[in-house]
C-alpha cells in the first residue's frame, strides 16, 4: 500500500513494524503454550575426548517445534523467553529435566560423564540459583560430579564479583562450569583467573575456518594455549570436519563437540554413544 502512495512511505514501515510486533505476541503467546503443554524437549550432544576418543559429557539443548511456527531455534526464544520473564521456569524444567536424564543413566549403568545445562544470565544472576541447584540435585539424585553448568562469557563478567561467589559454591560442591561461545562476548581476561571455572568452550565461529583460516587458527591455538596455562580444560564446539579435528588435536585442544562427531538427539537415538561401562 505504501508503494503505490508514494507521499507517505511511513505508512509502510509502520505496517512493517506492526506486522513485527504482531508476530513477536504471537509467538510470545505460543511459548506460553509450549510451557504449559509441554512441548518443549531436550536433545543432547556428546562431547568427544581428543586423547582418548571417549565420550566425557553430553551437552542438553533445549527444543521447540510448535504447531504454528515449526521449529523454533533456541537461539531465537530464549532470549525471547528472557525479556518476558519465562526463563526461570524454562531454566529450572531444563536443569530437572537433564538431571533425571542423567540420573536414568547412571541407574542403567551408563558412562556419561557430564551432562551440561546451559544457564542463562538472569538465571544466574538470581539469588537463589544456588540453591535451586542442590535442590534439583538432591531431588533428581544426581550427584554434582555429573553436572556442569555452561555460562556465556557476559553473563559472567555482568556482575563478576556476585556472580564468582556463587560458581565458587557450586565449584565446591562438585559442578563443573565452563565459559561458552569464549571469545565472542568482552573477555577481560583478567577475571578469566579470579573466576572459579573449569573449561573454556571455544566460540564455534572460530572453529569454522580451521584450519585454512590464519586469524581463526591463530585465535583457536591461543585460546588453547591460554586455557592451559590456566589450567582449565578447552572445548572446541562446533566441530565440522576431519581437518578441524585434526588441527585441533594436534593443538592439543582437550574435548570436542559437533556435528562431525554428532548432531544433539533425542536420548533413543543416541545408542552409539551410550557405552556401559565401569565408573571410576
Ligand atoms: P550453545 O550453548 O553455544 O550451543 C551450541 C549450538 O551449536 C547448538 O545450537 C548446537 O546445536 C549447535 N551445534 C553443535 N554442533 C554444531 C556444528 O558442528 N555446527 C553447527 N553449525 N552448529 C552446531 P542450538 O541447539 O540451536 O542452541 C543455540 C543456543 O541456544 C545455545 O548455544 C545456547 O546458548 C542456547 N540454548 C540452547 N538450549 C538452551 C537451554 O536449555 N537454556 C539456555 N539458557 N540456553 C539454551
Ligand atoms: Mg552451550
Ligand atoms: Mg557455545
Ligand atoms: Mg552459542
Given at each position: 500500500?505504501?508503494?503505490?502512495d508514494?507521499?507517505?512511505?511511513?505508512?509502510?514501515?509502520?505496517?512493517?513494524?506492526?506486522?513485527?510486533?504482531?508476530?513477536?505476541?504471537?509467538?510470545?503467546?505460543?511459548l506460553?503454550?509450549?510451557?504449559?503443554?509441554?512441548?518443549?524437549y531436550?536433545?543432547?550432544?556428546?562431547?568427544?575426548?581428543f586423547v582418548?576418543?571417549?565420550v566425557v559429557?553430553f551437552?542438553?539443548?533445549?527444543?521447540?517445534?510448535?504447531?504454528?511456527?515449526?521449529?523454533?531455534?533456541?537461539a531465537?526464544?530464549?532470549?525471547?523467553?528472557?525479556?518476558?520473564?519465562?526463563?526461570?521456569?524454562?531454566?529450572?524444567?531444563?536443569?530437572?529435566?537433564?538431571?533425571?536424564?542423567?540420573?536414568?543413566?547412571?541407574?542403567?549403568?551408563?558412562?556419561?560423564g557430564?551432562?551440561?545445562?546451559?544457564?542463562?544470565?538472569?538465571?544466574?544472576q538470581?539469588?537463589?540459583?544456588?540453591?535451586e541447584?542442590?535442590?534439583?540435585?538432591?531431588?533428581?539424585?544426581?550427584?554434582?560430579?555429573?553436572?556442569?553448568?555452561?555460562?556465556t562469557?557476559?553473563?559472567?563478567?555482568?556482575?563478576p564479583?556476585?556472580?564468582?561467589?556463587?560458581?565458587?559454591?557450586l565449584g565446591?560442591?562438585?559442578v563443573?562450569?565452563?565459559?561458552?561461545?569464549?571469545?565472542?562476548?568482552?573477555?577481560?581476561?583478567?577475571?578469566?583467573?579470579?573466576?572459579?571455572?573449569?573449561?573454556?568452550?571455544?566460540?564455534q565461529?572460530?572453529?569454522?575456518?580451521?584450519?585454512?583460516?590464519?586469524?581463526?587458527t591463530?585465535i583457536?591455538?591461543?585460546?588453547?594455549a591460554?586455557?592451559?596455562?590456566?589450567?582449565?580444560?578447552?572445548?572446541?564446539?562446533?566441530?565440522e570436519t576431519?581437518?578441524q579435528?585434526?588441527?585441533?588435536?594436534?593443538?592439543l585442544?582437550d574435548?570436542a563437540?559437533?556435528?562431525?562427531?554428532?548432531?544433539?538427539?533425542?536420548?533413543?537415538e543416541?545408542?552409539?554413544?551410550?557405552?556401559?561401562?565401569?565408573?571410576?
Amino acid at each position: 500500500r505504501a508503494k503505490q502512495d508514494g507521499r507517505n512511505n511511513c505508512a509502510f514501515y509502520t505496517e512493517s513494524l506492526n506486522q513485527e510486533s504482531v508476530a513477536k505476541l504471537k509467538l510470545q503467546s505460543a511459548l506460553h503454550d509450549a510451557i504449559e503443554l509441554n512441548a518443549l524437549y531436550l536433545v543432547y550432544q556428546p562431547k568427544i575426548s581428543f586423547v582418548t576418543g571417549d565420550v566425557v559429557g553430553f551437552e542438553a539443548l533445549l527444543r521447540w517445534d510448535d504447531p504454528a511456527f515449526g521449529a523454533v531455534s533456541p537461539a531465537v526464544f530464549i532470549p525471547l523467553a528472557e525479556k518476558i520473564g519465562l526463563i526461570q521456569d524454562i531454566g529450572r524444567w531444563v536443569l530437572k529435566r537433564a538431571c533425571e536424564q542423567g540420573q536414568r543413566w547412571r541407574e542403567q549403568g551408563v558412562n556419561f560423564g557430564r551432562i551440561a545445562v546451559n544457564v542463562a544470565g538472569q538465571q544466574i544472576q538470581r539469588s537463589s540459583f544456588v540453591d535451586e541447584v542442590a535442590e534439583t540435585l538432591k531431588q533428581t539424585g544426581l550427584p554434582a560430579s555429573c553436572l556442569e553448568l555452561e555460562v556465556t562469557e557476559s553473563y559472567m563478567m555482568s556482575e563478576p564479583e556476585l556472580v564468582s561467589q556463587d560458581l565458587a559454591k557450586l565449584g565446591l560442591m562438585g559442578v563443573e562450569l565452563s565459559i561458552d561461545d569464549f571469545g565472542t562476548g568482552y573477555s577481560s581476561l583478567s577475571y578469566l583467573k579470579k573466576l572459579p571455572i573449569h573449561k573454556l568452550k571455544i566460540d564455534q565461529s572460530f572453529i569454522a575456518g580451521l584450519p585454512l583460516d590464519t586469524h581463526n587458527t591463530a585465535i583457536a591455538k591461543a585460546i588453547i594455549a591460554m586455557g592451559h596455562a590456566l589450567n582449565l580444560k578447552v572445548v572446541a564446539e562446533g566441530v565440522e570436519t576431519q581437518a578441524q579435528a585434526d588441527f585441533l588435536k594436534d593443538n592439543l585442544c582437550d574435548h570436542a563437540q559437533g556435528y562431525f562427531y554428532s548432531k544433539p538427539k533425542l536420548v533413543e537415538e543416541l545408542t552409539d554413544f551410550l557405552h556401559k561401562a565401569p565408573r571410576n
